[in-house]
């Protein structure tokens, strides 16, 4: 029998709204009510790769929770620190691991935990504390950031540093977006559609101008750079000098036209140095002829 039932009742709430329902309400309840210090409880899920553009394509890629609670030290509460994330990818020999802590990651739910794994960015809102407020002041503004997780790089503790981009990071998401040729910036609700689709971390599945041709693509938000990532059919990289080689042709001429003047520069400075040796050798002879 559960002691603290308010405090069971919380926890299965908070689990409903991290996205796992209702599977774990009966081991949890059985956890806490053999008073175990702490304990893991564990569910796994078969989810549609991102990237794939058939609703009805194959569910391959498999993910795994752990959700990690431990007891109060002076009480019978218990709370739920972090969630372990394993994700496999199929063609992937090694799995992607990730380490949420609840509070600290802004109470990242299981599907963003699984898109952030698999190289997604998505905007969420965080609340924080007031600008020049106290550090143990409550955190009670609410603002929108922006996710991302730097999966070739690990921490000490075996972890992808999470990326927390607030607007002051100078992201300029709707507007950067209007300078790519995509089918359907013209129209106000196709381009609001795709927005929002990036936003929740999914790819945009439009079409992209590329000279006299159109090529359908998929569209992904990059906040730490800034930009954002194009793919084509075969999520091969559409970078920016394929979609404006002119731009891209203007730019070499001219870093082409720079590295010539610094290199006639250079020989200029050798000549003159060298002119100044010979006189300076000259010099010296004359002297010594004396």
Not at 86 to 111: M, N, W, Y
Not at 118 to 143: H, L, N, T, W
Not at 190 to 198: I, V
């Amino acid at each position: 029998m559960v002691k603290n039932e308010k405090n069971l009742e919380y926890l299965q709430k908070l689990q409903t709204s991290l996205g796992f329902g209702e599977k774990l309400n009966a081991v949890l309840e059985s956890a806490i009510s053999r008073e175990l210090p702490k304990f893991t409880l564990g569910i796994s899920n078969i989810l549609r790769p991102l990237e794939s553009k058939d609703v009805n394509a194959q569910k391959t890629d498999y993910i795994q929770y752990g959700l990690n609670f431990n007891r109060q030290k002076d009480g019978d509460a218990y709370f739920l620190n972090t969630i372990d994330v394993t994700l496999h990818k199929t063609g992937e020999s090694v799995p992607r691991e990730q380490t949420f802590d609840i509070e600290r990651d802004h109470r990242i739910t299981a599907l963003q935990a699984y898109k952030l794994l698999s190289g997604q960015s998505f905007e969420k809102d965080i609340y924080v504390r007031p600008q020049g407020a106290e550090p143990d002041a409550k955190k009670s503004e609410k603002i929108k950031a922006w996710f991302k997780l730097q999966l070739d790089v690990k921490d000490a503790y075996g972890n992808h540093p999470l990326k927390v981009l607030r607007p002051e990071y100078g992201y300029q998401f709707e507007n950067g977006i209007t300078k790519y040729p995509l089918k359907g910036l013209d129209k106000e609700a196709t381009k609001s559609e795709g927005l929002q689709a990036m936003r929740n971390g999914n790819y945009w599945q439009t079409e992209l101008t590329m000279g006299k041709k159109t090529i359908p693509v998929l569209v992904a938000a990059n906040p730490v750079m800034k930009s954002f990532d194009i793919y084509d059919k075969n999520m091969k990289e559409v970078r920016d000098e394929e979609i404006w080689p002119e731009k891209a042709a203007a730019r070499s001429n001219g870093e082409q036209a720079k590295t010539t003047t610094v290199k006639r520069q250079e020989v200029a400075e050798n000549d003159i140095s060298n002119s100044f040796e010979q006189a300076e050798s000259e010099a010296n002879n004359v002297t010594r002829g004396r």
